[in-house]
């Protein structure tokens, strides 16, 4: 995974500009940059290996000449992360005369190479990207191409020649020294926006990418060719070569939203985010919070499919469909999903798919095996407009903002809030649950975005000390029961992913049966004990683990004295929220765990290795 960035401006210097709005996507990958651009009729690149900071104080990012140009900045998949590997990708000649910047996989790379080696091209990189540019230029030359549509230059007929033969997923742009003035960008299956200004077309990847430039976007659909030119927009078909009219949507998101504020870290600003992100899902279109209800009272059987933290919150939910709505649901891995219930899913099955950026592979390939079984497909996204939108029978737009930080911390809080409100609502219209019971979790549920508030305010510095006694641990417990399981395993992740600290999250009533024998003096175990059904078997466990010399932190209710004068360290929550709904502030204390762990252990939370915010690959 990704990001490509690219415009064509009608005056001024492009190289910069690519290079500002790769930085906005670099959440997506970090591993290689690169830029080409174009001016009077030549081809200009820079490309390296590394974060795009360190690529350009050694190769100034920013001194490309033209107002034409293309920039990627990648998350290897195929080909380590050299210089060589970098995008963009050019054609045999030399100088280049053909630059590709590509996010995704083309599955059948190996044959087109095969094929084009054959031919007698000769390839530089390891990369499946590489054999786009050669397939343009074999059309090109040989001119072994239908013209489609009208289309008068040879160069878009090459290049939809080439894409014709391309199988897999792909954002794309080409830029062409036969045609200096054109920038071509297609899609499949990865993310395609196009951001409209009145001096500049823009492309990218993610919207983000354009919000200190225009508001003004228009979202590519699979299949389609856009050709920009300074004084022309098209989108075509690429299989007939067609036009295509769409119109332009306005995204409401400040710029200032994709800054950090301040804030050291994109993962600390959206931590602190979440109360107003958390109001924010109080506020949710009516409809569609009526809607996802009614789909799930009349369902057979719901499947919630997803990956990472978004798992996790679908887990936290299946504990609130059956508490709340005595709805049986199955959480299930999105990369499980096919193999597990591939063949089980029908036309009586309700999928809920839940994504924050909406592209995640393994998630939209869950969706699409059930939407071949002819099941109703449901989602829960943060990007109103990606692909699990446009492939959801209805969706719900939590509306959290773009979440920068490759940790999910803002997004999984708001998914869960969305997700109480949808069992919530469920209840009521099964009528399980007392009046009573609904209003009090209802009033309960308009509280938490203050009582998060108050966990950021109060207990910040006290998990920062924590942070500071545990640093130099090797290995976490978590552990929870009944929903707090959840919140362990979010916690878990987190420690892992920004601070890696390798950790093992169980159910607290299983780690009698094996995980106990890992406990030695000192060994730190995080319980999640909030004031639930679940309260007095954790303190049992609690004193399991004491008895055998673990040093436990309690993520406890404020004043639960029980629980207090149990542990080593503690940190408190404001009193009175149901356990149903706990899930949501008791992640709190371990998202900041995790990032400070993170600060004292020197790992950058916002760029963990090996990893990229959004996994467009399976
Ligand atoms: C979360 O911190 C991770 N970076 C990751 O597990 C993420 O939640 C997962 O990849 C799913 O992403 P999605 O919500 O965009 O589908």
New binding site residues.
């Given amino acids: 995974m990704c990001g490509i960035f690219g415009c064509i401006l009608k005056e001024g210097q492009a190289a910069p500009i690519i290079h500002a709005a790769l930085k906005r996507l670099e959440y997506r990958g970090y591993d290689s940059v690169g830029e080409a651009t174009l001016d009077e009729g030549k081809l200009y690149v820079k490309k390296d290996a590394g974060k795009i900071d360190e690529v350009h104080m050694r190769r100034n990012l920013d001194d490309l000449p033209g107002r034409i140009g293309i920039g990627h900045t990648r998350w290897a998949t195929h080909g380590a992360p050299f210089q060589v590997n970098a995008h963009p990708h050019f054609d045999c000649s030399d100088p280049p005369k053909i630059a590709v910047v590509h996010n995704g996989i083309i599955e059948n790379f190996a044959e087109l190479r095969r094929e084009l080696e054959d031919a007698g091209h000769v390839f530089r990189s390891k990369t499946d990207t590489e054999v786009i540019p050669h397939l343009i230029e074999e059309y090109l030359n040989s001119k072994q191409f239908a013209t489609k549509g009208n289309v008068d230059s040879e160069f878009i007929n090459a290049t939809i020649a080439a894409i014709g033969r391309l199988q897999g997923s792909y954002a794309l742009a080409v830029v062409s020294t036969s045609d200096p003035d054109m920038i071509l960008c297609a899609r499949n299956e990865s993310p395609l926006v196009l951001g409209i200004a009145d001096n500049a077309w823009y492309f990218a990847s993610d919207i983000p990418a354009f919000l200190p430039l225009t508001n003004k976007i228009i979202f590519v659909e699979n299949g389609e060719l856009v050709v920009l030119r300074e004084n022309l927009l098209e989108i075509r078909k690429v299989a007939d070569g067609s036009l295509v009219s769409r119109e332009t949507k306005l995204v409401d998101w400040p710029p200032e939203m994709v800054e950090k504020q301040g804030y050291p870290h994109f993962m600390l600003k959206e931590i602190h985010e979440q109360p107003r992100c958390l109001r924010n899902t109080l506020r949710l279109q009516e409809k569609y919070l009526e809607l996802l209800p009614t789909f799930l009272d009349r369902a057979r059987e719901v499947i919630m499919v ?7 919150a679908c887990l936290a939910a299946s504990y609130m469909f059956s508490k709340l709505s005595f709805l049986a649901t199955h959480p299930v891995i ?1 990369s499980e999903f096919t193999e597990q219930h591939g063949k089980s899913v029908s036309i009586d099955s309700t999928i809920l798919a ?7 592979a ?2 939209l390939a869950a969706v699409e095996t059930a939407r071949q079984r002819a099941a109703t497909i449901l989602g829960l ?2 990007v109103v407009g990606s692909t699990l939108t446009r492939i959801s029978r209805v969706y719900v737009g939590q509306q959290s903002g773009p979440e920068i930080g ?4 803002k ?2 809080t708001s ?1 869960l809030s969305v997700l109480s409100q949808l069992a919530i609502r469920l209840a009521k219209k099964r009528g399980k649950v007392s009046q009573e019971e609904i209003d009090l979790l209802e009033e309960k549920i308009e509280e938490i975005p203050d009582i998060v508030e108050n966990i950021v305010e109060t207990q910040e510095e006290k998990v920062r000390t924590l942070a500071r006694k545990y640093k130099g641990k090797q290995c976490f417990f978590f552990l929870g029961r009944g929903i707090s399981y959840a919140t362990a395993l979010e916690g878990r ?2 420690l892992m ?1 920004v601070a890696y600290v390798p950790s093992i999250a169980f159910p607290a009533g299983e780690s009698k049966h094996g995980p106990i024998s890992l406990i030695t003096q000192g060994f730190p175990v995080i319980f999640v004990c909030p004031p639930d059904e679940t309260r007095r078997t954790v303190i049992g466990n609690i004193m399991e683990m004491k008895a055998r010399g673990a040093s436990i932190i309690a993520i406890c209710e404020k004043g639960d004295e029980d629980i207090i004068k149990l542990v080593d360290d503690y940190v408190e929550i404001k009193e009175g929220i149901p356990g149903v709904l706990s899930p949501i502030p008791y992640v709190v204390p371990l998202q900041l765990f995790a990032y400070y762990m993170a600060i004292e252990r020197g790992c950058d939370p916002d760029m ?1 290795r090996n ?5 467009t690959v399976k």
């Fill in positions: 997803a990956c990472g933290t978004s798992y996790h999105a839940v994504s924050q950026s909406g592209e995640t393994d998630t996204t943060n490759v940790a999910a911390t997004t999984f998914q992740l987190k992913e963990p990893l990229a915010k959004s996994v």
